[in-house]
């Protein structure tokens, strides 16, 4: 593996929150010039290469992995999806987050076992999560929680009137449908 590929793998796990030139050369075990240096020459490739969508953001302190201006009709039409429906993927990422808020991605990610980035983002472009600040510590990740768009949508006043965790246990331990998440979504309708 190249000094190149090692960066661009920290940026891509590190996802849609970013990291800093100082988190990045710890983690090579690089120094602050050297780190720079290759940060340069991996956002110079980006540019050069009309075969990548790949595009590296800087801003004063963070660097993030994103696509290409360019590519922003096909990327939104993704996002928007032929269906309105969230995968069960999503579906257990909201839950978690309701009920752990404000939580961090990579909360969510020991709880689920998987990378939720993609969900994440679903969610948040239904308006069903948003940012509700950050850690502090390394990286600052972002905190998540739910939206008012969340209680409106499951019929909800506040988060007090979630079900409790052992009805949702007990349900899960009859075999009895999981109505009690749902209760609150109009029959038919997709988010």
């Known amino acids: 593996m190249t000094k190149l ?55 004063e302190k963070q660097l993030v992995l994103t696509t290409k201006k360019e590519l922003a009709p096909i990327v939104k039409r993704y996002a928007q999806g032929t269906s309105n429906t969230l995968s069960q993927a999503a579906v257990e990422t909201l839950a978690i987050i309701a009920y752990k808020q404000p939580i961090t991605r990579s909360e969510v990610e020991l709880i689920r076992g998987v990378q939720v980035s993609g969900a994440i983002q679903r969610l948040t472009a239904h308006q069903l999560i948003e940012e509700k600040g950050r850690v502090d510590g390394p ?20 988060l007090n009137e979630l079900p409790d965790i052992q009805d949702i246990e007990r349900s899960l331990e009859e ?10 979504v109009h029959e038919g309708e997709n988010i």
């Open 5 to 59: 590929s090692e960066l661009e793998a920290i940026l891509f796990i590190v996802g849609e929150e970013g990291t800093t030139i100082e988190e990045l050369s710890a983690l090579l075990t690089y120094t602050r010039e050297e780190t720079t240096a290759l940060v340069a020459e991996l956002a110079a490739s980006y540019e050069a290469n009309d075969n990548t969508a790949l595009h590296l953001f800087e801003t």
């Open 139 to 158: 990286g600052r990740p972002i905190l998540y929680g739910t939206t008012s768009h969340f209680l409106d949508y499951f019929g909800l006043r506040s």
């Open 175 to 184: 075999d009895a449908p999981l109505d009690l998440f749902f209760d609150g």
